[in-house]
């Protein structure tokens, strides 16, 4: 019995689960030197690398294996997991400064000439990253957050329902808004959900 892309990509999962970023992508490395008619690099085995990376806040190797991807031809193209995938990373990285790394990304996903489609958990990710980083002395990151929101209103509004608001998009920038002491903007953040039906959980 001969292993195949399967057996290397749950190999790939394994190094994910025990948040090992390193081996696995060592032996993604190990993959690509013995590839065969049976065993190729596909778009899983990079995606679950890169959301190794991503879950420890390494954004650097996160985004360097999707240039990778995007530069190389013995890889495959990214997609929409892919590039949610470093948005996560951006999210959960200590930096302050990732928010709008998060927001650029987003932007070069909506580019006309890009091949991935964007969606309702690429909006809400980085609408988180701004989130976090909103208080008293930046309402700006809280009014971006909204702004995002809004975006993706009008874009749902025009018949886009891959980029629908949920309940997670409100909420995260109804938490915006009172990280910075903004009880009213809030309120009419949450008006604003229960007016497309949307029903608040206990943590909105």
Excluded at 42 to 66: H, R
Excluded at 76 to 92: E, I
Excluded at 148 to 161: C, K, R, T, W, Y
């Amino acid at each position: 019995v001969s292993p195949d892309t399967v057996s290397y990509n749950s190999v790939l999962k394994a190094w994910k689960e025990e948040d090992n970023p390193d081996k696995a992508y060592e032996f993604l490395q190990e993959m690509l030197l013995h590839q065969t008619d049976e065993v190729k690099v596909d778009v899983i085995s990079l995606n679950t690398v890169i959301l190794a990376f991503a879950k420890q806040g390494n954004y650097p190797q996160a985004e360097d294996l999707l240039r990778q991807m995007q530069d190389r031809d013995d890889l495959p193209d990214p997609d929409t997991v892919t590039f949610n995938s470093v948005l996560y990373a951006y999210c959960v990285s200590a930096d302050a400064s990732t928010a709008m790394q998060a927001e650029s990304l987003l932007k070069e996903m909506m580019t006309p000439k890009s091949n991935v489609a964007v969606d309702t958990t690429s909006f809400n990710t980085v609408i988180f990253a701004w989130s976090q980083i909103a208080d008293s002395e930046t309402p700006s990151a809280a009014r971006r957050a909204q702004e995002l929101l809004e975006h993706m209103e009008q874009l749902s509004a025009a018949g886009n329902s891959n980029v629908d608001p949920d309940v997670y998009s409100y909420t995260t920038v109804i938490q915006a808004w009172a990280r910075c002491g903004k009880a009213t903007q809030s309120q009419k953040i949450l008006n604003r959900m229960t007016a497309r039906g949307l029903v608040p959980n206990r943590f909105t």
